[in-house]
């Protein structure tokens, strides 16, 4: 079974072979390292697989292209009613960051150096991500624009529709307390 028991077994192991400087072994070790890591990180999710590839790489290059293959869309494939749908990416981007948010805020004593590289990955991360999803910051003035462009509704049309409802007598559509489909008791309606 692999567990941390083996790898603090196999790490210390490693280095000894490399303080008695029998390179064989030192070769053979690092190999059992790299396939046990390899069988580990299948066992965990995409997105924390990734994070630990991406802390195990010291090479900035190297980092930004496994994060790119990973939030890089895999194709389209069509449905069985001529439609297209997309094959999504190998790392769903939302869930990196979700996964890299639990990381911080889970393991809140680790060491600074450690920190240090998470913050580095997370922004690498942000920026191949705005770049893959042509994401660009704006500014209040341009969202104000788009939403009036768009004509999405304002939280404050939300509330004007909420208290005109109100002075009516009625609900606001979002206060139904009966949802679609049940009767007043709960029962579902057929």
């Known amino acids: 079974k692999l567990d941390d028991s083996f790898m603090l077994l196999l790490a210390g192991n490693l280095e000894q072979a490399k303080k008695a400087g029998v390179e064989k072994a030192v070769q053979a070790l690092q190999e059992v390292q790299k396939q ?13 697989r990734l994070v630990r590839k991406l802390l195990r790489e010291p090479n900035v290059d190297a980092r930004n292209a496994l994060i790119t293959d990973a939030f890089k869309s895999k194709g389209t494939f069509i449905l069985d009613d ?27 004593n680790m060491e600074e150096g450690f920190q240090q590289n998470l913050k580095r990955i997370a922004a690498e991360a942000e920026e191949i991500a705005k770049d893959l999803y042509g994401y660009k910051e704006k500014d ?23 208290m005109q409802s109100e002075m ?16 007043d008791t709960g029962k579902r309606i057929v």
């Not at 046990?36 to 997105?47: C, K, Q, R």
């Not at 999405?152 to 939300?158: A, D, F, G, N, Q």
């Open 36 to 48: 046990a890591i390899s069988i580990l990180d299948e066992s965990v999710t995409p997105e924390l």
């Open 168 to 183: 009516q007598g009625q609900d606001a559509p979002w206060e139904n307390p009966r949802a679609a489909g049940f009767d």
């Open 140 to 162: 209040i003035k341009e969202l104000q624009d788009e939403a009036f462009e768009k004509r999405t509704v304002s939280v404050w049309e939300l509330e004007q529709m909420e």
């Open 82 to 108: 001529e439609t297209e749908s997309s094959a999504g990416s190998a790392v769903d981007a939302k869930k990196f960051v979700q996964t890299m948010s639990n990381l911080m805020k889970n393991f809140g």
